[in-house]
């Protein structure tokens, strides 16, 4: 008579190599994240530390003196926040441009699939570079620079975008998890990836600011068993120690250079009325400069990651969020 549990069963039925792919495969995740400290497997990180050397090695580029501190905060802790690095003309040309680009229907991609309402509560600014061309000002000399010493390379734009968050309801926040809400870390999807957050306009802790662990903080929740970003296994006296959440809040024109795949982060809650705007710049490693031409590349300024999974073309906007 078969006295072997359903598991034992089932697991017999699983080709060894199939078995040995799975656990090699775990292996892999739990290597990363005991020499990273974060949720990327080791190949990913095998494959970045790689692609970086193979891109300084082509680069002929020359280190500026005057944009040293940057560098190396940005190493040290993760990010680097910018104050008043932005003319007041250029921040009020972008918030008026984008205030006015987000509130027609025409003019917007929703960022993600329906919530259970039936709702959509974020929206992504359909034709940027057309729409709001100042925002490739933002990118400045310095800032570059700045990045480049990270790097120790040069660097290219990957994407820009600008999007919106409004407030979510608490009963549809409980059913699923909507503005990147959760702590969590960005993949290794390509390299090097560095963003950067600018404010369109003034935000408070009411408008769902940005948070992000600084890098020796998620160190310390890593080493400490957090979990991931369904169940943290930490107390959230721990994870949201006020002492340690760097906040991205501040008047427009404020914005910040970080590493999401070494600092946990997460999107907040915004408050009932209220919206979040956000310009968001995705940056890598590169052999070449970058070209003064950048924006005009429709890869870096079109949605072609329509998106996360929606498939919804830029040229046909869904419908007006219900309110």
């Given at each position: 008579m078969y006295m072997a549990s359903k598991?034992?069963?089932h697991e017999a039925e699983i080709p060894p190599w199939t078995w040995l792919r799975n656990r090699l495969w775990r292996l892999n995740?739990?290597?990363g994240r005991l020499l990273f400290a974060n949720m990327d497997p080791l190949s990913h990180h095998v494959r970045s530390i790689l692609f970086k050397l193979r891109?300084?090695?082509k680069a002929?580029?020359?280190?500026r003196g005057d944009v040293l501190f940057a560098a190396e905060e940005l190493k040290q802790d993760g990010y680097v926040l910018l104050k008043g690095a932005f003319s007041p003309g250029l921040v009020g040309h972008i918030r008026e441009k984008v205030t006015e680009a987000l509130a027609k229907t025409e003019g917007?991609?929703?960022r993600q699939h329906a919530a259970p309402d039936g709702n959509h509560y974020s929206w992504y600014l359909k034709d940027l570079a057309t729409v709001v061309p100042e925002v490739q000002e933002l990118l400045t000399d310095e800032l570059i620079a700045a990045v480049e010493h990270h790097y120790r390379s040069y660097v290219r734009v990957s994407k820009v975008k600008c999007y919106r968050n409004y407030s979510v309801p608490?009963?549809?926040y409980a059913q699923r998890e909507l503005h990147s809400n959760r702590w969590h870390f960005d993949h290794h999807r390509g390299a090097g990836l560095l963003k950067i957050f600018y404010l369109v306009n003034d935000v408070t802790d009411a408008d769902g600011p940005f948070c992000l662990q600084p890098r020796p903080r998620t160190l310390f929740l890593m080493r400490n068993k957090f979990g991931d970003r369904d169940d943290y296994r930490l107390p959230m006296s721990v994870m949201e120690d006020p002492e340690h959440v760097f906040k991205l809040t501040g008047p427009a024109g404020t914005a910040v250079v970080c590493d999401t795949t070494i600092c946990l982060h997460r999107a907040s809650k915004v408050a009932p009325g209220r919206h979040r705007d956000i310009v968001q710049f995705q940056l890598r490693p590169s052999s070449t400069p970058l070209p003064s031409n950048w924006f005009e590349d429709p890869q870096v300024t079109y949605l072609s990651d329509a998106l996360l999974g929606i498939r919804e073309h830029p040229t046909h906007p869904t419908v007006e969020r219900r309110r």
């Open positions: 598991g034992a069963r995740f739990l290597l891109v300084r090695a002929s580029w020359k280190p917007r991609l929703t608490e009963k549809v």
